[in-house]
């Protein structure tokens, strides 16, 4: 069946109150992902005819962030139903009859493990059942502040109640709103014409369109789904327990691609970590966002990675940290206490202790000695430095950038070097030392004497 004739409504524009959060609901990260992009993402292969955000008044960033969904604003947010409405406005002369739309799909924004198949198999049922309105639901071990479904002896979905409103009665009912409603597109007007803001809430709820429906004489329906794919976030305990449930997928999904995870359930993933066979992660790794892996590579304990692309067969860590821009070549090795930036090291680079390697080219095979640091920064502008193949760096070397040292170089320990070093040239940038032989024991008895 072709699923090209439906729209997707994504909410998002409630204000997250039990967040307790100065940023939108939505834009709390899960695996390093703001959670509004999981829901947008699943409806991606699906190619909806057209796809509405609704949110709220001062959330441009949300807006921003779902282009090139259209994204509607609902100022003030009177609730799920009335945000339905404010996307209805905007699909006008899009539905059937007229249109082409003949379902409407409505998400929420703060359901982040909808799968793509799940979202087919809805639309499907839908068409298949006829039904004026399908709504998924779920068993979840806490029917906590879900709406609950009331469903008559032979299975009928009659209306669904809100936690807030319902009975003792209504509140032990176990199967609840999971939040994933297919509507037929033409009639859902006339469902939210129907919706009044007489409950505890004060809001127009979505939900009420099922028996708004039912009381119209058609046919609604529940269909039931896991319960860990419809998990709704609303508070900052549920956010943590679907990274929890987050990390664990990714973990196995690694493990599965042929990634070792000496202790998987200390590694941290970012939704778009990318890892190739035979990489091998140490206990205590976090990757942030933009992370990717070559073979056989090995991330050893304590790194800290982000926006890093790290090459075949090299080396990072223990205690590493690769922030954006890091570029990795092959069997380059970044050792304990070394942080790169905006740097780019070249096949077979080494450094391996203590460092700071910013706004830098590093050639093939080069060596960065202990305690290296490429001075970027003069308190306003940031500068680059460019070192050549083949080079050595001496221990506790100062690169004042912008600065370049010629392939084939050496550095010699303890320098500050300010201007080029020419290719092949050795290159000293220090206080010449001074030996005075014998003054030692003289110094001593002095200080002695002093005690
Ligand atoms: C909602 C459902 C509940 C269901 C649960 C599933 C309603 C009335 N209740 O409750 O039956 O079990 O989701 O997770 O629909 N939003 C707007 N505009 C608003 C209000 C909310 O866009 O005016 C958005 C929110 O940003 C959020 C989504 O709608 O993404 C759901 O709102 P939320 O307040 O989380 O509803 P729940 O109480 O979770
Ligand atoms: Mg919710």
Known sequence: MSQSKFAAVVLAAGSGTRMKSALPKVMHSIAGRPMIAY??????????????????PQMGDVARLVAPAESVVQDPPLGTGDAVRHA?????????PRGAIEDVLVLYGDTPFLATETLSRLLTERRRTGAA????????????????????????????????????????????NGGIMVIEASRLDEFLDGLRRDNAKGEFYLTDIVAIARRKGLSCRAVELPAAELIGINTRAELAEAEALMQRRLRHAALDSGVTLVAPETVFFSADTQLDRDVIVEP????????TVGEGARICSFSYLEGAAIGPGARVGPFARLRPGAILEREVHV????????SRLGVGAKANHLSYIGDSEVGARTNIGAGTITCNYDGFNKFRTVIGEGTFIGSNTALVAPVEVGAGAIVAAGSVITSDVPPDALSIARAQQIDKPGRAPDIRARLRRKT
């Open 39 to 56: 829901p947008l993402e699943a409806l991606t292969p699906l190619a909806p005819a057209s796809t509405i955000v609704v949110v709220g």
């Open 88 to 96: 209805m406005r905007a699909l006008d002369g899009r539905l059937a």
């Open 133 to 176: 309105v399908l709504v998924a639901g779920m068993r979840p071990a806490e029917p906590g502040t879900y709406g609950r479904f009331v469903l008559t002896p032979d299975g009928v979905l009659e209306r669904i109640v809100e936690a807030a409103d319902a009975s003792p009665e209504e509140q032990s009912l176990v199967l609840v």
């Open 335 to 342: 050792g304990n206490f070394v942080e790169v930036k905006a």
């Open 284 to 291: 205590n790794v976090t990757f942030g966002p933009g992370v």
